[in-house]
């Protein structure tokens, strides 16, 4: 379809460098290069639109409930669009007035809510339930998240598109000049084993923790990401593993090519995962992946990785090991990350993602 206004929930880049905040830009982007005649409106926060320059930008109404799901529906309904996208996986609770496509990330909240802050009783009880069940097209974001979908809302699967994510172009392999200037810059090791992610409990980094303190002739680790929630513990187990951890809580985006490819390996051992973009990463710049064996992780490694039950410590500390110590291994298992990750692009996910809206409008013109 050609002409095409989409009304979009630019939620997601209240925090720019998480993983929401990552699809919303760059899908955004893939579409507005696919389709240069549509028009994407974004609504979002303040000083986001620089995330989306290929956009209409303006402010979501600032109320948190009235704003969002009465004032901001009824803009929506006056601007008359021809459909509605919400990367961060809502609707408003009002009426909008169109066809519309949602992109659900993750349903983790529903797996364990032990793994969350508090109670979220607006968001998970209501929302995020009255958005999928009303969008006219749900995305999502892997085969795992498609099956959890249908098991807790219940819906016709035949509705749900999956859409992976893609992976920047600027993480790939870098040459050795340009990579010991980020490690002078970071202050890296010259061996380390890696973990990227947000600190909170269900990135399961206390399993990490435990197979690295035991690993032999074992690198430095390095763990990069922000306090998330419930973190306590974790953190006290950090404090007390010396100065060969070490922790980059803040660091630009622009850094995180350099630092995957100086890893001698990438370990994700979360207990869940909507899609886990930090492996995809990983593969892209050439770097070693142990994975946990839980929801979307096997689906996107695919055999390119190593998979690990997610909470075995002793598994985990044979993996690890196997990789640093075998060259032939981590030769073979960065062979294959490149070319698995060469499987996923933005541009492709950003058609795919018209394809959806295209199949929202067609249904809902259907007498």
């Not at 240069?36 to 609504?43: A, E, G, M, N």
């Not at 909008?96 to 109670?119: E, K, M, Q």
């Not at 980094?205 to 998330?228: F, I, K, Q, Y």
């Not at 985990?316 to 996923?344: N, P, Y």
């Amino acid at each position: 379809m050609t002409g095409l206004q989409i009304v979009v929930d630019g939620s997601g880049l209240e925090r720019p460098w998480a993983g929401v905040g990552v699809y919303t830009s760059q899908i955004l982007h893939a579409m507005a290069v696919d389709r240069p005649d549509c028009k994407l409106t974004v609504f979002g926060p303040r000083r986001a639109w620089m995330y989306v320059p290929n956009t209409t930008y303006r402010l979501l109404p600032q109320t948190r409930l009235v704003g969002r799901h009465l004032q901001w529906p009824a803009i929506i309904r006056r601007l008359k669009p021809s459909a509605y996208f919400g990367p961060a996986g809502a609707l408003p609770l009002g009426r909008i007035g169109c066809p519309s496509v949602i992109t659900v990330h993750d349903l983790a909240i529903y797996r364990n809510s032990r793994w969350f802050p508090g109670r979220q009783p607006l968001s998970t009880r209501v929302v995020v339930p009255r958005s999928v069940l009303r969008a006219d097209v749900v995305i999502a974001v892997s085969e795992n998240t498609a099956r959890d979908v249908v098991e807790f809302f219940g819906i016709d699967r035949k509705r749900i598109e999956v859409v992976h994510h893609g992976v920047s172009a600027k993480f790939r392999p870098m040459g050795r000049e340009e990579l010991e200037a980020a490690r002078a810059r970071l202050g890296l090791p010259e061996r380390f084993v890696l973990f990227v992610g947000t600190v909170e409990p269900r990135k399961n980094l206390e399993t990490l923790l435990d197979a690295w303190v035991l690993m032999r002739d074992r690198p430095d680790l390095v763990v990069v990401g922000s306090w998330g929630w419930r973190y306590g513990s974790i953190r006290e187990k950090m404090e007390r593993l010396g100065p060969r951890l070490h922790h980059l809580e803040s660091v630009d985006p622009e850094e995180l090519p350099a630092i995957y490819n100086l890893a001698r390996v990438l370990a994700h051992p979360a207990w869940y995962e909507g899609f886990g973009l930090p492996p995809l990463e990983a593969m892209a710049s050439g770097t070693p992946v142990v994975v946990a064996d839980t929801s979307s992780l096997p689906e996107v490694v695919a055999g390119a990785g190593l998979v690990v039950p997610a909470g075995d410590v002793e598994a985990w500390r044979k993996a690890l090991e196997t990789v640093v110590s075998d060259i032939d291994l981590a030769a073979e298992l960065r062979h294959r990350g490149i070319l698995r990750s060469a499987q996923f692009s933005w541009e492709r996910a950003g058609h795919l993602t018209w394809r959806a809206i295209d199949r929202a409008i067609r249904a809902t013109a259907t007498p």
